[in-house]
C-alpha cells in the first residue's frame, strides 16, 4: 500500500539521550516535511526537503537534524534530547515543495522525553 | 498571531446537522488545504482547492479567494466525521501555515 511509513510509533526517552525518528515513503515523492504537532500550537514544521540531497530549516529547527540521502528516506534525528521536545511528530510528503499538492501524512510518532 | 484563524475551535453536532467550519487568512495564496485528523490518529488530507468548490460524498470545501476565506461544510453529519479539522496555506518556502482546527463532536 503506497504511503508514509514512520517508525517508532511511540518512544519514551532520557533527557540528553540521542534518537532518531525515521520516515519512509513509496510514492517517490520529491517533497518531505517534518512537523510536530502540540497541543493548542497545531502543526510546526521543524524541516524539509524538497527534492534529494537537499534540506531546509522550518519554524522549529532548534535541537533538530534532518538528512535526505535518497528520495525514500527523511529520517528526523534529536541530538541530545529535551523535555520541551515531548511532542508528537508527523512526517508528510508531496509531489513537489510548491504547497499546491496534496499532503500525504505518516500515522505519527509520539516522544516523550523525561 | 496564526496568520490562518479557524472559526469555531469546537464545534458539537447532532447526527444529521449541517456543519460548517471556516477558515480565513490573511495573505493571498495560490491554494488552501483542508485536513482532518480522528482522535489519536494520523492526519488525511481531504481537499486542496484554489478557486470555486469541491465536493467529496458528504463533504463540501468552498473558497473566496478576493476574501481570503474557506468553508468547509458536512452534510448529514455522523458520529464518524467526529475529528480535528485543520485547514493550511502555502507560505514561502514549502512552509505551509496551519490553523489550530476546530474539534468536531457529532452525536447520536
Known amino acids: 500500500i503506497a504511503g508514509i511509513t514512520q517508525a517508532p510509533t511511540s518512544q519514551i526517552l532520557a533527557a540528553g539521550r540521542r534518537m532518531t525518528l525515521r520516515c519512509t515513503q513509496d510514492?517517490?515523492?520529491?517533497?518531505m516535511y517534518w512537523y510536530r504537532q502540540d497541543l493548542g500550537l497545531g502543526l510546526r514544521l521543524i524541516h524539509y526537503?524538497?527534492?534529494?540531497?537537499?534540506?531546509g530549516k522550518g519554524e522549529v529547527p532548534d535541537g533538530y537534524s534532518v538528512s535526505r540521502a535518497n528520495t525514500d528516506d527523511f529520517p528526523l534525528t534529536l541530538a541530545s534530547a529535551v523535555p520541551s521536545q515531548t511532542s508528537v511528530y508527523f512526517c508528510a510528503s508531496s509531489v513537489d515543495g510548491s504547497g499546491a499538492n496534496v499532503l500525504t501524512f505518516g500515522a505519527g510518532s509520539r516522544l516523550t522525553v523525561l | 498571531k496564526n496568520e490562518v484563524e479557524q472559526s469555531p475551535q469546537n464545534l458539537t453536532a447532532q447526527e444529521g446537522e449541517f456543519i460548517t467550519i471556516n477558515c480565513s487568512y490573511s495573505v493571498g495564496i495560490s491554494a488552501l488545504h483542508w485536513l482532518q485528523q480522528h482522535p489519536g490518529g494520523g492526519i488525511v488530507s481531504l481537499f486542496m482547492l484554489s478557486s470555486g468548490k469541491k465536493k467529496h460524498g458528504r463533504l463540501i470545501a468552498t473558497i473566496n479567494i478576493q476574501e481570503k476565506h474557506s468553508s468547509l461544510h458536512i452534510t448529514a453529519s455522523h458520529p464518524r466525521d467526529s475529528a480535528v479539522y485543520i485547514c493550511?496555506?502555502?507560505?514561502?518556502?514549502?512552509?505551509?501555515?496551519f490553523g489550530t482546527g476546530t474539534r468536531l463532536q457529532v452525536t447520536l
Open positions: 526537503s524538497n527534492t534529494a540531497g537537499t534540506t
Open positions: 493550511a496555506r502555502p507560505g514561502t518556502a514549502s512552509k505551509l501555515t
Open positions: 510514492m517517490r515523492h520529491n517533497a
